[in-house]
């Protein structure tokens, strides 16, 4: 799947628009290299987005095309998330 329509997805950025800026801006990495919007995403990576001067660290779980909102947590697994970036994302 796309990286930027997993972030969607998964709802670590609620937009698809938004997640694709943030990947086509250097912000997003994926297994440590920097990422477009249009880069594989599969189970076992390791997702790194920035957002402002903090980091969140992201491992893909699984990979799903539709998932409803309350599933959503899911599909991946928060291996560093500092507390004011996760109310960012709320």
């Known amino acids: 799947m796309r990286l930027d329509k997993y972030l969607k997805v998964s709802r670590i950025i609620k937009r698809r628009t938004v997640a694709n800026e943030a ?24 997702l790194a987005i920035r957002f402002g001067e903090r980091v969140g660290t992201y491992e893909v779980l699984s990979v799903a ?25 709320s």
């Open 23 to 46: 990947c086509a801006g250097g912000r997003v990495t994926v297994n440590g290299k920097v990422a477009k919007p249009g880069a594989e995403v599969k189970p076992g990576d390791m």
């Open 65 to 89: 095309e539709t998932v409803r909102k309350e599933q959503a947590d899911s599909l991946y697994r928060v291996v560093a998330e500092d507390a004011e970036t996760a109310r960012e994302r």
